[in-house]
């Protein structure tokens, strides 16, 4: 009996000494709601940091108790915003726990400290494919939970086909399906390559129609970004979705448990809803059906009371009524076949605008502007201007007003636009300052492209940089004068125009120099009026000078040699006004410059000199004006409603970007060149390198842009290692547009057989927003100048473009540093017995910079020499030793840098054991130390 009795007592210690420890977990955190100040909250950490580290420290090993106890409190210290820099381990060994209160708390740890490149990801794999495949569905998604939050390519490619198998299987609950599509979401998104299509499309699909709404939702937004960059492949979800759509919509029983104040599953409707937007409309009669009705009661049921009760109905009913709205005026946007739903649409925000509540202005003026690229709806949102007027007017919010300008510029035309420029103007002068510039953009180009007035235009852009002179950009001012250049019959009216502006003292400094410009090039058209009189001209030019910037003074010393052309009679003002000592010898060098230069033109003995060098500027080729490009940058233009309405909005601008001088000089070219391959596609299809200027970065530089334009940006990422490079590509499509027919062809040109070379092939299609990997593999065989090309083939919006980049491998990447440093002795030895020419290359460049000793260090190191310390007695010199590994053997180079401090100089000698690598690293490093 007292056995039992103690034994009775001892287990009862035991656990009032375990709920001790988890009111000291309690106790902890009221003392750091306690504290006073932020050094109180550290002091008390950092002593908990110590004791839990000594914890974890001690040789008597913690149980699994103990240990969640102690990771809890470090995921505490973490949320507070405190670095914990140990525990994980103890929180990986928490993952494999059969307690599921420790389980639980180990994978939260992990999900929350720890990212998919942490050192430990490895050790936690197991414990993920065990609990996987575990029979205990709460097991199942902890690990769900995890890889959805921090898997990469890693984890993804280890545990794709169980997740999938979770997703598919009638066999799992509801919650684990839910989980596992948000987990294969992730795994698509990180490394969409690996994963395995095909067999799994059809389960994938089906799950949409899965009677768990949840689910359905869930799978929802994993079918979208599946079908985004495969829409062929998950064709067959158009049918499932429409059928389930309409169900939800008409049917009451379908989504009773999940009706959120009388609007029956929102979510799931807008999720279906943007996922139509992938496919076109349905050739199927039963289902675009099916698709025509959905859409009717949405736009039916934005008007609608819910259950047709009296009274006003709860916010929320209308937040997410007017989601699935909203939505469906997108998806219409995206088909824009049906004019008699559009304009339905169109009608209710119209009401939506005179509504007191600012958010629904904003999406109302954000769907006008939507349907108003489109073919049916134009007409309709222009009967909107005025309300649309008013609304510019009177809103206060700064976004509205922006929206509001937006529709105003896709509903003008050439009836319209006076009175739309006008009213854009009247705006300006009290808009906000965060929208004037963009404002400025679109009244510009409304102005030049509805333009029949060109005296009219000259107008509104003076007007412009009258009003609002700050945010008128240099491609605004640079159009109307290429405009008035190419138009005769409106140059006087400019010359008057201009002279006029610029008697207001105060006026803008680009208003003076456009007046600069005209008045150089036509003040001789209004000279014979006695109040802009030449020497009245000059002297009105030169008022404004003393308070303009270094370039606009530039800029009018060219218009000062122009009137003295124009205008003998104050040749010798002008001659006096360019001789000033202030002028021939300004700090400014190209003030300076042009002051000599102009000095020496005017006092030229020949005569017929200054007027050939001055002849009046010739017109302009016509071109689409710049500015539309610099609108293109605005967010305005790249944040609008929807992908289909982006879509429609700039589809013809990067048509024109993708095959014009917008890719650097990418010419078009027939299939044939990009089938034809190596060295006959690069000189035979009139391509050139696009990344010729900017590709010397990378011989310091393994990863980095490539090339990027509007349209297109190409990546690379590379490592080298014994004579091997591994290269990957990444193709982002920036545009709207699919980019199809898409292939590289990958070769050496110039030296085939030093290089072997494998890349894997392009996937065809690369969908917008979507990025595509290449994997390369090249290795080298013997030496070699140059670097590999690759030849990029692509048709976007039926147009053939070719594209020939230069990849980032050179002889010098394959250079390695040796095991261990030289010394003086092994150096110098090495060095003579290398002996002088052909081995030994040397060459003298000239600094372009001024020389700094340790960028020179950097470059040498970062070319692939392992810098040498204590070899050289001249301090000042840099020595360096590495190794090339090639295929077919390796050879040494050593190299001496000697730079010249008064001459800014640089020696560059390099030896190596064989004669062509002497010579080509030391001609590219040459090359790059006078970059």
């Known amino acids: 009996g007292k056995h039992c009795s103690r034994g009775r007592e001892k287990r009862r210690g035991s656990k009032m000494g375990k709920d001790m420890e988890m009111r000291g977990l309690t106790v902890f955190i009221s003392d750091i709601r306690e504290c006073k100040s932020t050094e109180a909250e550290v002091k008390r950490i950092n002593k908990e940091l110590a004791n839990i580290r000594q914890k974890f420290g001690d040789k008597k090993p913690l149980d699994g108790y103990q240990k969640k106890k102690y990771v809890c409190k470090l995921l505490f210290i973490f949320l507070l915003g405190h670095d914990v820099e140990f525990g994980h381990m103890e929180a990986v060994n928490l993952m494999s726990s059969i307690k599921y209160s420790e389980k639980q708390m180990g994978y939260l740890f992990v999900s929350v400290l720890m ?11 197991s414990s993920v494919k065990t609990d996987l495949s575990s029979s205990n569905e709460l097991h199942v998604c902890l690990a769900l939970n995890l890889v959805a939050n921090i898997a990469g390519a890693e984890i993804a490619s280890a545990v794709y086909i169980e997740v999938l198998r979770l997703l598919i299987s009638d066999d799992s609950p509801g919650f684990v399906r839910k989980k596992a599509a948000l987990a294969l979401l992730r795994f698509f998104r990180k490394n969409p390559e690996e994963f395995p299509h095909g067999e799994y499309t059809a389960g994938i699909i089906q799950v949409l129609s899965n009677p768990d709404m949840g689910v359905a939702t869930s799978a929802c937004s994993l079918v979208t970004s599946l079908a985004v960059t495969n829409p ?136 006008m502007y939507a349907l108003a690229q489109t073919d049916f709806s134009r007409a309709a949102v222009r009967k909107h201007q005025p309300t649309v007027l008013r ?101 006087d009216y400019a010359a008057k125009t201009c002279y006029e502006a610029m008697l207001d003292a105060a006026c803008h400094e680009a208003m003076v120099s456009v007046g600069g410009y005209v008045l150089g090039e036509f003040g001789h058209l209004i000279a014979n009026d006695p109040n802009s009189t030449p020497i009245k001209q000059l002297e009105l030019i030169q008022s404004h000078y003393p308070l303009l910037s270094a370039p ?72 689409e004006s710049g500015i539309l490009a610099k609108l293109e940058k605005s967010h305005s233009m790249t944040d609008a409603t929807g992908s289909a309405v982006a879509a429609k909005k700039r589809a013809a601008k990067e048509l024109q970007q993708v095959t014009s001088a917008a890719l650097g000089g990418v010419a078009a070219a027939p299939a044939a060149a990009a089938a034809g391959g190596g060295a006959a596609a690069a000189s035979g299809s009139g391509a050139v390198l696009a990344n010729e200027t900017t590709f010397h970065k990378f011989f310091f530089a393994n990863h980095g842009v490539l090339y990027e334009n509007p349209v297109m940006q190409i990546g690379v990422q590379a490592a080298f290692t014994k004579g091997t490079g591994q290269l990957t590509l990444f193709y982002g499509n920036r545009g709207t547009a699919p980019m199809t027919a898409v292939s590289c062809n990958v070769y050496m040109p110039d030296n085939p057989q030093a290089v072997r070379i494998s890349a894997r092939p392009l996937d065809d299609t690369i969908s917008p927003d979507v990025q595509a990997q290449q994997a390369i593999k090249v290795e080298a065989l013997l030496p070699f100048a140059g670097s590999p090309l690759a030849d990029l083939s692509l ?27 030289l010394t003086s002795e092994e150096f110098f030895a090495k060095w003579q017995q290398l002996g002088g020419p052909p081995r030994e290359v040397q060459h003298i460049v000239q600094a372009k910079n001024p020389i700094d000793m340790k960028t020179t260090t950097t470059k040498v190191h970062e070319f692939g020499f392992m810098i040498l310390e204590g070899i050289d007695p001249n301090a000042d010199n840099r020595v360096g030793a590495a190794i090339l590994h090639t295929a077919n053997g390796q050879v040494g180079a050593l190299l001496r840098v000697e730079p010249n401090m008064e001459k800014q100089m640089y020696r560059l000698t390099l030896r190596a054991s064989n004669d062509s690598v002497a010579k080509i690293l030391c001609d590219d490093l040459a090359r790059e130390f006078q970059a």
Request: contains cysteine.
């Open 552 to 623: 606009t003074r530039a800029f009018l010393l060219t218009t000062y040699v122009k009137m003295a052309n124009l205008f003998p009679e104050i040749k010798a003002k002008v001659l006096e006004v360019l001789s000033n000592p202030v002028m021939l010898r300004n700090a400014d060098a190209e003030l300076q410059q042009r002051a000599n230069e102009y000095v020496q033109l005017i006092k030229a003995s020949n005569e017929a000199v200054m007027p050939a060098v001055l002849e009046e500027m010739p017109p302009f080729v016509e071109k």
């Open 391 to 491: 609304t510019l007017k009177k809103e206060k919010d700064t976004t509205v007003q922006q929206r509001c300008v937006d529709v105003l510029y896709a509903v003008c035309d050439e009836g319209s636009v006076t009175a739309t420029v006008s009213e854009l103007l009247e705006f300006l002068e009290k808009s906000d300052y965060s929208i004037r510039e963009e404002l400025v953009l679109k009244i510009a180009i409304l102005a030049e492209r509805f333009v029949t007035d060109y005296k009219w235009y000259v107008d509104v852009i003076l007007r412009l940089i009258k009003t609002a002179g700050d945010y008128v950009s240099e491609e605004v001012w640079h159009r109307v004068l290429q405009i008035i250049i190419n138009r005769p019959d409106v140059q």
């Open 232 to 367: 062929v492949e998950y064709n067959n979800a158009v049918h499932i979705v429409a059928n389930r759509l309409q169900r939800v919509l008409f049917s009451s029983g379908e989504a009773s448990d999940y009706v959120y104040y009388h609007v029956p599953a929102p979510w799931l409707t807008v999720k279906y809803l943007r996922l139509l937007q992938v496919f076109p409309y349905p050739t199927d009669g039963a289902v675009s059906q099916r698709i025509d009705e959905c859409l009717g009661r949405l736009l039916a049921r934005a008007a609608e009371l819910p259950g047709g009760r009296a009274g006003k109905p709860k916010p929320q009913y209308f937040n997410a009524n007017y989601a699935c709205f909203f939505e469906a005026v997108n998806l219409l946007v995206h088909y824009d076949n049906n004019k008699d739903m559009q304009l339905k649409a169109c009608i209710q925000l119209g009401n939506f605008l005179v509504q007191k509540e600012v958010n629904l202005r904003y999406l109302a003026l954000e769907g």
């Open 115 to 125: 990212s998919e490149h942490h050192d430990l990801v490895k050790m936690i794999m």
């Open 795 to 821: 048709t976007h919006q039926s147009r053939h473009v070719l594209l020939t980049l230069k990849l980032p491998v050179t002889l010098n990447k394959f250079l390695e540093p040796l095991p261990k440093p």
